[in-house]
């Protein structure tokens, strides 16, 4: 009995300051809040970084106080990494060109404008529409297939290729863009080894608040493409987007 005591004691008072910590959640933020507003934002970051820590989902207004906080602390990755997620919710022309003139002005890659930006910045704010737009004619098609098939009528094996190329090609539109996540370098020197091992060859060092896409995973590694060659980088030196 005193060994499952002495076991189970120190759980059960864990159990009470868990509890608190969750409830102390909404009066961190209030506190966090408060302190942004008087000017103290040194105190207020740590706050809001622990309501983060603690598993709260950052808010859009949290978002844009980190990013400030960041600006005034000339912490440039991290300011980036902010207004990331926040131009990830809400895609934006004036926020990626304002990522492309910090990163150009600290020599930082990964923030370039071209076609495959601007085709994500297309997708994110019109993708629904265009997907329902693609999606209306393959009903469409679809429908006279099947009730071709219902009347026993032919059908010709090209009409079904074309169909199914088509659904095809529309899934992969509608899935390609969500599949593929970025991320910014955390730390000072982050190593980009070709292989997933720790034993590797390193390719190539680069500093903190650089972005890359992330296109697979393995173990604690990530698959990353990185000036268009794919690269491994450990998980922990990554901020995922």
């Known amino acids: 009995m005193k060994v499952i005591r002495r076991v189970l004691l120190p759980f059960l008072y864990l159990l009470p300051a868990t509890g608190l910590a969750q409830l102390s959640l909404p009066d961190s933020l209030h506190r966090a809040d408060s302190l942004f507003a008087t000017g103290e934002q040194i105190q207020a970051s740590h706050l809001y970084e622990g309501v983060l820590a603690a598993g709260h989902t950052a808010t859009d207004p949290m978002l844009l106080k980190l990013a400030s906080i960041s600006e005034q602390q000339n912490d440039v990755p991290r300011l980036l990494y902010y207004l990331e997620v926040y131009f990830d919710r809400h895609p934006d022309n004036a926020i990626l060109l304002r990522m ?21 910045l297309f997708y994110r704010k019109y993708g629904l529409y265009f997907q ?3 999606l209306i004619p393959a009903i469409y098609v ?15 094996g090209r009409q079904k290729w074309v169909v ?3 659904l095809l090609l529309l899934l992969i539109f ?18 980009l080894r070709t292989d997933p091992s720790a034993a590797a060859p390193v390719a190539e060092v680069v500093g903190r608040g650089n972005k890359v896409s992330i296109l697979g995973t393995k173990d604690i590694y990530l698959r990353v ?5 794919l690269y491994f980088i450990r998980r922990d030196n990554l901020w995922i987007i």
Request: no cysteine; charged share 20%; proline share 3%.
């Open 100 to 120: 492309n003139e910090i990163a150009r002005a600290n020599n930082l890659s990964g923030y370039e404008i071209d076609d495959l930006n601007y085709f994500y």
């Open 132 to 134: 329902l737009f693609l």
């Open 142 to 156: 679809f429908g006279i297939l099947v009730l071709k098939a219902v009347r026993k009528e032919p059908i010709s």
């Open 164 to 166: 199914f190329i088509y």
């Open 174 to 191: 509608t899935n390609l863009p969500e599949g593929v996540q970025s991320g910014i370098t955390s730390q000072d020197r982050v190593l």
């Open 225 to 229: 493409l990185w000036h268009n060659e």
